[in-house]
């Protein structure tokens, strides 16, 4: 029924586009041209289908808000009261009912049979006159469409407040959906300070989130130290970016400015491949290939406390997984350097390597900075490669060959299976989470600074 509706309303709304449009120009034909009318025909025809479907929509959108509950009140209103006074919840007999309805359950019941039934009635009653009504609504936006085509209508001006209120609105849902995302991770972050101290999870030095449920439990300490799982995720982030950071950046420039465009061509796809691997893929390659060779590599010259899952082992994967974000990104951004300071700088003597390094690459220092930092943060929300790559252990350690863990991974890891949001091993992850927010906003506040200090600007 809901598929059938909308297939409708956009049928209705496509035919009011066309007609209002044919009759625009037919309107215009007959009395001098298009200067009789406003607006544009496409103007007119555009709000023509904006009448025929947006109050349609949003009636629709209404009704699947609110009308589950008036089935609901009216369903359990018409219940024998003997029903009502056994004392049983009014959501399990609403559930019972419904699945008797829907026929997943049967039974024998005088009462529920026909509570069911009636229930049938209530739904069925309401989509039709919801199918009915939305109809009429959308057939009456289309007539007024039509009556709208006059000299006087201001036909681009109503679609464009039109488009403008959209977009106000698309906005604000992005704005409440970033604010509720952080209140929802900063209520629970609190309530996890409250049982473990803000210095003990800040400055501590053991990451131990096994808690002790009764008093004689051995190997449960329940220590919550921040600092080996920021280390581990620093560490492994940093090493992926010693090699994206580079390679990525400087084949976006040989591709911008040096390769042929044929040869660009083919690269630039087969590069952007890479993106398009799965991490688990990538994570088998670290655990299968990458980490055993690095720990015999390190045994051979001597290095015995090398581990077989290292952060070496993974930020090496992730860093080649990470390329193709920081050499699209700033391929795109240096080819939109205008042509005029290449030209300017070539005239002038300086040789192209030169304009390269004084000229495009201080013109697009602001997105080449936007790439990495999508890169550092692809590098530090990735889980997969570490789980695979480096362990769960959380280590705290300068040595890249030891095991470590990330901050991600954690996550995860407490977060895993039917747990309850009361204990501090739960709510430990909301921390984590919070944390981690921090700690990108750090460095996309470090970012702007040197970006502001170091760009240059052109007009």
Known sequence: MNSLLLILLLGISSMAYVMTKSRSKQL????????????RPAYYATLAAILAAIPALIVLAA????YPSIVESMVMANLPAH???????SSLLYSQIK??????????KGWLIDASYHYIDVVESGNNLRFAALIVLSLTGLAIGLKLVRPKVKARVHVERTIHVFLIIC???AILTTLGIVLSVLFEAIRFFNIVPVTDFIFGLEWSPQVALRADQQGASGAFGFIPLLTGTLMISTIAMLIAAPVGLMSAIYLAEYATPKFRNITKPILEVLAGIPTVVYGFFAALVVAPMIRDIAHAIGFTSASSESALAAGLIMGIMIIPFVSSLSDDVITAVPQSLRDGSLSLGATESETI???????ALPGIVGGLLLAVSRAIGETMIVVMAAGLSANLTANPLESVTTITVQIVTLLVGDQEFDSPKTLAA???GLSLFVVTLVLNFVALRIVKKYREQYD
């Open 28 to 39: 215009a034909t007959a009395n001098g041209g298009l200067r009789y009318l406003h607006s």
């Open 63 to 66: 009704w699947s808000v609110f």
């Open 83 to 89: 029903v009502l006074e056994q004392g049983t919840d």
């Open 99 to 108: 699945h008797v309805a829907d026929g997943i359950t049967a039974t024998d």
């Open 171 to 173: 906005s604000v849902i």
């Open 357 to 363: 390094r004084n000229v495009v690459l201080p013109a």
């Open 430 to 432: 909301f921390a984590l």
